[in-house]
């Protein structure tokens, strides 16, 4: 009647009288009571970008800042990302704004220089299972905010959460991004049943991206209040001061008005499922 | 970036004017700010089972009844539902309760039978597009509860509801009902998105099924709140007195109990959107 | 170590001394060395259009033709067939040519009727799971080619064998056609597997349609060679005079000249796996 | 009609006059007449198994030799592979049977010790995206086997092979393995249309891997049929010599005597494309 995973996941699966794992994510914290809303750019593209974006997000009730300084992309000739350059934007930003950063690493080699700039560390879908890297994040000092692969079951999600907290780091924040499916309306399928999946069967904190997750940015305000109502601890929300003119996910990405109506409407659900934004 | 589909469908998209349509289901109505909560079982057992049920889902805030008697199943030798008799229960049921019913339809020639007894008939997901059925309740008197196909597009379930408008009734009630996934975890995957993206495109009422649509009588509270949050004007959910002893879909059915505590988290949840139960 | 399905199927799955069975199609068989193959447009759109079609055919190696009178279309508007008329030039080409028809049924009511003009009586991806249907099917004299349904697993299509079986038909061809799946550079998945899996546990023979597998015309052949090389007991290719004014389908239609050279590929790979066209 | 990939994929695939590129792999090549047989236990166990396989698989008509040294598993608990010691049997199986070696590469810090061992650096489905990965062995000397992602679509598959091209590596075998999909009854979903797909838009060699690609023993054989017939460069068998002990994927792998007879069976397949074993 409830859910089963297999039994040889043991850290990754709580125990009958464990309860929400709270994680502390730079100046707040995700798993209690607030909400973590997290909300930038998919891409840094240059400080003014990311600087702007970062203060209309914070005013507009975001607690947390995201922003890509490696992009994987489907083609080496899209936009890969400022590298370095734009982590150090990244932390500018949270200097001006004390937002905790939220940035991607793609390499083993690499976790070191991102963990001196970010909050949290995040493993994209396309390296849910890219092992070598899993084992480097478990040691680090900072949290991981963990996203689903495109075709991952339950299991294999947590299977990779169980690689990074058996090498010690059990601050994971797992991130459901949208399933690879057949109708075209939109880009990805959010699976929203994984929100209350996890909790019923982990201990550790569960955010969904309404944005990668549709594609659509008419979308993204009713899938963040499904994922809320369903139990999500937070949301992770692309805002672009310019959506028409962004180096990538364009057509996805909210502008900061468009963003702080999502937040007033996602206020009284909060508030309707024991939560605060 | 809003949704878009083929300009070939016509009658089962909105134009720019139009606001979502109220449909008349019994003493109730769909598509307005009263939720309509369908509950019952999935199949008609027997007179007490399903009488005794309907009182129960009333008392806790249903203000439909479903239940099956024509059932289609994956084998021949499994219960294929008590047929008229299993319809003149429910007809009992209306009578004892004041509860709508809805029902499934398998065949053309069955329609007539089954319009004698229901308020709404069901198209079931394995039926979602066989045509003559379609054009067959295209001209019943009765409001069409369209249970979107296991791996249909939205295109082609706005496609199947044409069919059913062309013949003269505009009266459709569409289901998302989950997907065909491949998650062991969960009986199919809950597609959430396509409530506000039915909303945004066509100005019919949409319902959720998290019993089907997860198969796991965890998940159905949780699902149902999603679902809310998202937009949805209703929900179908099987309720059975004894689960454990159901003829079909035990594994996803609350108890009145269950259902009852679904309804109180739902209230919270509603009254967020601007609706209620 | 071998493929296992739920030992509720009976009828549609062999026991341990079972060899394949041979079915009459008209003047032919299917199932024994001999390949069924199987031609023709997708739509019968007029007398002159088949009757060419149906010579072309001929005259490539074809012993079957195939040709749609009742359409399942996605939207209404759609062509949706000649309907009887349709019948009646299939049948005309088959006293021209001497190859059996096959030509799909839709709904309950038209059995008679296409029983009185086809060979073989299909029933089409969208109504695998119409069992009211599969049941009146079950009671006619002639062998039915089930196409399985678009996300149908292979107990569901067995299941729906044992539906017609149960009834007393026990003349079932079963048609691989292609699985929904995800990526748009083909129309549909073909399932290549389902060959093999079909022929180590059931008697039924088993065909594919790399037409509707693929929906691409440069596909057609060689997935017809993988077809036969995987055990399939014949193939169901769409051929049109014209493909470029096909009512339906013309982008995987191929011409006869196209037609003509897949037979000579093909002919190589039969006899490879002891058969022949 | 035809097949149409992106415009900005540019090295992966093929101008209108190339031919098919053929790859030396060892003392031996790809993408000529003579199929490339790559056999060999999932993982390295020992010497002995190893060694004896090796010996086993010549015999029967190998012409490569696969074993995993570094092996992804979802669970870390599950058998990680022997690492160096593993590639050290590989290479001392080389020098016993000429047979040149593919072995997967999991990281790039791990590229530089495999090229020392192995005569082909694999990249396995799970690592298709991971593009720090795809860069370095795109400036390795080795040929690289590049398995499909198992959601990923053609696009993305050529995507990640125009990444190892632009750094100057053009030696790249496509490997299809299966897809994720709904069906229980294989692990996997063989998209055999991957072939001529490839072959039709891309110069690159193309084998497919029917034992990932089904899971099952009994479907290895003719779904390697169906992969040459439909135009494969070669296959990728896993041949254990006592698969009831392998520590991984014992229930796909093939006993010597079994891949024997695929061997026999895949000869007159193969003469009747053109091509040998």
Request: charged share 20%; proline share 5%.
């Amino acid at each position: 009647m409830g859910i089963k995973v297999t039994d040889k996941i043991k850290l990754a699966v709580k125990g009958s009288s464990d309860s929400g794992q709270i994680i502390k994510v730079g100046n707040t914290t995700i798993g209690g009571s607030q909400l973590l809303i997290i909300a930038g750019p998919c891409s840094v593209e240059s400080r003014e970008q990311l600087v702007n974006t970062a203060v209309a997000v914070k005013k507009a009730g975001a607690n947390a800042l995201r922003g890509g300084a490696f992009k994987p992309r489907t083609l080496p000739y899209s936009f890969q990302g400022l590298g370095e350059e734009g982590l150090k934007i990244l932390a500018e930003a949270r200097e001006l704004t004390g937002l905790p950063v939220i940035t991607e690493v793609m390499s083993p080699q690499d976790v070191e220089l991102v963990e001196g700039y970010a909050d949290v560390l995040q493993i994209g879908a396309r390296n849910m299972q890219n092992y070598p890297l899993l084992k480097r994040v478990g040691r680090a000092d900072k949290p991981i905010l963990l996203k689903r692969g495109m075709s991952a079951t339950i299991e294999e999600w947590l299977g990779s959460a169980e690689y990074i907290m058996l090498e010690g780091n059990n601050e994971i924040i797992l991130c459901e991004r949208g399933l690879r499916s057949f109708d075209p309306v939109t880009r990805n399928l959010l699976d929203v049943t994984a929100v209350p999946i996890i909790k019923q069967v982990s201990s550790l904190p569960v955010v969904i991206d309404p944005s990668h997750g549709t594609g659509v940015k008419s979308l993204v305000a009713p899938m963040s209040n499904a994922g809320v109502a369903a139990g999500a601890d937070g949301i992770l929300v692309e805002v672009h001061t310019n959506p028409e003119l962004a180096l990538s996910d364009g057509a996805q990405s909210l502008d900061p008005d468009e963003f702080s109506s999502l937040i007033e409407g996602l206020k009284p659900i909060a508030e309707a499922v024991g939560k605060y934004v």
